[in-house]
């Protein structure tokens, strides 16, 4: 499976980004699909995870009621959308599949796109 994440770019404070996850590569529809981001200075953080189905989704508690994951599997395509972004939203965002959601290890990674927000 090959990742790649798009939607990145300049927004700012309390603007919306829809980033978008586009998978190649056989079964993708088997994989659970998690975005991350890594921030200036900061480690690699988990923002949100979404099954195979589509049917259980989880939120880091940072972004939770502000940022939404989805898919659509006959699009090979995952999505997060930003909302009320802040200016510590700021990070490369990063999206990577997993077969068994929840698993400590992901599977595969896409290349990241970059988020900035100003105040």
């Known amino acids: 499976v090959q990742l790649q994440a798009s939607g990145g770019g300049l927004v700012q404070t309390g603007g919306s980004l829809r980033l978008s996850c586009a998978a190649s590569?056989?079964?993708?529809?088997?994989?659970?699909v998690g975005w991350f981001r890594q921030g200036p200075g900061k480690e690699r953080e988990f923002l949100a995870a979404?099954?195979?189905?589509?049917?259980?989704?989880y939120y880091a508690d940072s972004v939770k009621g502000r940022f939404t994951i989805s898919r659509d599997n006959t699009k090979n395509a995952v999505w997060l959308q930003m909302n009320d972004l802040k200016v510590e939203d700021t990070a490369v965002y990063y999206c990577?599949?997993?077969?068994?959601?929840?698993?400590?290890?992901?599977?595969?990674w896409g290349q990241g796109t970059l988020v900035t927000v100003s105040s």
């Open positions: 590569g056989r079964r993708f529809n088997n994989y659970a």
């Open positions: 990577a599949a997993q077969i068994h959601l929840g698993s400590p290890e992901y599977d595969y």
């Open positions: 979404i099954s195979w189905s589509g049917h259980e989704t």
